[in-house]
C-alpha cells in the first residue's frame, strides 16, 4: 500500500547548508555563463582550459577524474576546443597510445579573456561581502570540502 500522507521532505529541508552551497553554486554558475557566453565560451570551457593551463601534458583520463566528470564529457569538451584551435593533443614521450592535453597560443588567448572574466566576478562577490567576510567564507566552504571528504 503506498502512502502519500508522509512528507517526502525533513523538516527545514530547504533550510539546509548543502541546499543553501547548491544555490550559491547555482547562481554563480549562471552568472559565469551569461558573461563567458560573449567570448564564445562556456563555464566547463574555462574549466578546462584552467585546468590544462596548470597542469601542462594532463590527459583525458586524468582530467576527467579532477573534475569529476566522465571521460566521454571531456573527450567531447577536448574535441570542440581543439577544433577551435585551443587545446592540442601531443603524443606522451614514453606511452605512444596516451595523449597530452596542452593550451595552444588562441587556448592562452581565450583563458586570458576568460580570466577577467571570472575575475570580475570574483570581485563582484567578495566586494558584496567584504574582505572579512570572503576570507571567513573561503575558509568555510575549505572546512566543508575536508568534512564531504571524511565521509
Do not use: F
Not at 98 to 127: F, K, S, W, Y
Amino acid at each position: 500500500m503506498i502512502r502519500n500522507d508522509e512528507d517526502p521532505v525533513g523538516v527545514g529541508a530547504l533550510d539546509r547548508v548543502t541546499w543553501a552551497l547548491r544555490r550559491a553554486e547555482l547562481a554563480v554558475q549562471t552568472l559565469k555563463e551569461q558573461r563567458l557566453r560573449p567570448l564564445g565560451l562556456a563555464a566547463s570551457h574555462y574549466t578546462l582550459l584552467i585546468s590544462v593551463h596548470s597542469e601542462p601534458g594532463l590527459t583525458g583520463a586524468e582530467l576527467a577524474r579532477r573534475l569529476n566528470v566522465t571521460p566521454q564529457a571531456v573527450a567531447s569538451l577536448v574535441a570542440r576546443l581543439e577544433s577551435r584551435g585551443q587545446v592540442e593533443r601531443r603524443e606522451h614521450p614514453r606511452h605512444r597510445h596516451v595523449q597530452e592535453l596542452h593550451l595552444t597560443d588562441a587556448g592562452r588567448t581565450a583563458l586570458r579573456a576568460a580570466d577577467r572574466v571570472i575575475a570580475d566576478i570574483e570581485l563582484q562577490i567578495t566586494g558584496a561581502l567584504g574582505q572579512k567576510e570572503s576570507a571567513q567564507l573561503r575558509g568555510m566552504l575549505d572546512q566543508v570540502a575536508d568534512a564531504a571528504r571524511e565521509a
